[in-house]
Nanobody, 120 residues
C-alpha cells in the first residue's frame, strides 16, 4: 500500500511565500515522476510542476519563475517552493507520483490535497 502525505498549505498574503512538502511511503520499488497539481474553485485540476527521476522539471507557464520543484530520492519526498504568490494561485494542491510497487507495475498515486489561499 502506498501513501502520499502532504503538508505546508495555508493562508498567505499576495507576494508571500509558502513551501509544500509531500512524502511517499509504503511498498515502493521505485518512483518515476513526482509532481504537484492544483484545482481552483470552479476549475479543472491542472499540472503545476513535475520532476522526473532524472531531475528534469516541467512547469506550468503561470508559475514559471515563481515556483520551484525539488525532490529527494532517498527520502522519497517532493517539495514545491512557491514565491511571489498571487490570488489566482488559490487552490487545493495535490501531490502526485508515478510509483512502481513490488507487486504491481507503475500506477498513479495522489495525496489528499492541501489548501493554499492567497489573499489580495
Amino acid at each position: 500500500q502506498v501513501q502520499l502525505v502532504e503538508s505546508g498549505g495555508g493562508l498567505v498574503q499576495a507576494g508571500g511565500s509558502l513551501r509544500l512538502s509531500c512524502a511517499a511511503s509504503g511498498t515502493i520499488f521505485s518512483i518515476n515522476v513526482m509532481g504537484w497539481y492544483r484545482q481552483g474553485p470552479g476549475k479543472q485540476r491542472e499540472l503545476v510542476a513535475s520532476i522526473a527521476s532524472s531531475g528534469s522539471t516541467n512547469y506550468a507557464d503561470s508559475v514559471k519563475g515563481r515556483f520551484t520543484i525539488s525532490r529527494d530520492a532517498r527520502k522519497r519526498t517532493v517539495d514545491l517552493q512557491m514565491n511571489s504568490l498571487k490570488p489566482e494561485d488559490t487552490a487545493v494542491y495535490y501531490c502526485h507520483a508515478d510509483i512502481r510497487t513490488y507487486d504491481m507495475g507503475y500506477n498513479d498515486y495522489w495525496g489528499q490535497g492541501t489548501q493554499v489561499t492567497v489573499s489580495s
